[in-house]
């Protein structure tokens, strides 16, 4: 796999979830001020450093090969299967898009009843949570190709654009087309998951066009992924206008 | 605990497909058709997206 489907995969992953711990860093800020804020972002940024270094070191013991390409497709499976089902979903009408202008009231409320120690654990374990996603995929897709300093590259060069951009507005990031990022990273996810459990398990003569089949199998879901949420949005069109019918 | 598990693992519906998706595969590869595997699986995987995009 190249280095661009990697930075690419990685980078869009990331700039999602980036944005997401930056709308919970911002209302935070407004509680107890952008030093303790940042301070709480920046101590769950090195958790998720450590995380990253000694998940690399762990996996790489000891494991074959095609043990450690079915963990880590299962796993993308897992992750990507649920974006593209989220993104599908959002697409259909079938689930609200996220909205970060409500991420960021829905916190300021929570933090209204909480003391400052409470508002610095809210963004710490905000940063946290979000950056488990980023973990996840960079660890995945880092070990395999050997890349993981594309994947640790593309990770870092999301979290400075969105911060410098969420630095410059001050406000929550609500321009980014996230369910469109969501839907070309989960196809992008379950396509790497896919290739490689199915390499593990039958070997590489199971995929006969070898790495060209990649390009393949994104186009399928993406293209299959737009077509299931056209499919879905019409069944709904036409159950709501049976009911008001009847 | 309860988030960390829901980041790795999604929630029960998501895992138990993922697992049927991988036993598919096993059960396709184990059977000597393996080459039909990168045929079948992805348009199981897709029929579960819009399973699960309606859940």
């Known amino acids: 796999m190249s280095d661009w489907g990697i930075f690419l995969a990685t980078f869009l992953a990331a700039t999602v979830e980036w944005v997401e711990a930056f709308t919970i860093v911002l209302a935070v800020s407004l509680t107890i001020g952008w030093a303790r804020s940042a301070g709480a972002a920046a101590t769950a940024l090195l958790v998720l450093a450590g995380m990253t270094a000694a998940t690399g070191g762990v996996l790489r013991l000891g494991l074959e090969m095609h043990w450690l390409q079915l963990i880590i497709g299962v796993f993308l499976l897992l992750f990507g299967v649920r974006w593209l089902a989220k993104a ?3 697409q259909a009408g079938l689930k609200a898009m996220h ?18 120690h409470a508002a610095w654990l809210i963004a710490f374990k905000g940063v946290l949570l979000e950056g488990l996603e980023v973990w996840l995929i960079v660890v995945a897709l880092g070990i395999k190709a050997h890349h993981s300093a594309t994947a640790v590259g593309a990770a870092l060069a999301a979290l400075l654009v969105v911060t410098l951009v969420g630095l410059m507005v001050r406000a929550p990031l ?7 990022i969501k839907f070309v990273v ?5 396509t790497f998951g896919t290739f490689w459990t199915i390499e593990a398990l039958g070997g ?7 790495d060209w089949s990649l390009p393949a199998l994104v186009a399928f879901y993406l293209l299959g992924g737009l077509g299931m949420a056209a499919i ?5 069109a036409q159950a709501a206008l049976q009911e008001e019918l009847s | 605990m309860k988030a960390f598990f829901k980041t790795l693992f999604g929630d029960w519906l998501n895992l138990g497909f ?10 396709l590869v184990r059977a000597g058709y393996a080459h039909h595997a990168g045929e079948v699986t992805p348009l199981l995987i897709l029929a579960g997206v819009g399973w699960l995009a309606t859940r």
């Open chain 1, 99 to 116: 909205d970060e202008e409500e991420e960021f009231e829905e916190t300021r409320e929570a933090l209204e009843k909480g003391d400052q």
């Open chain 1, 174 to 180: 609500r321009r980014v087309p996230e369910n469109a």
């Open chain 1, 88 to 90: 599908v979903a959002r």
């Open chain 1, 204 to 210: 590489e003569a199971a995929w006969p066009l070898g």
């Open chain 2, 18 to 27: 993922v697992t049927l998706v991988v036993a598919v595969e096993a059960g």
């Open chain 1, 186 to 190: 989960g196809a992008m996810i379950v």
């Open chain 1, 232 to 236: 879905l949005r019409r069944r709904r």
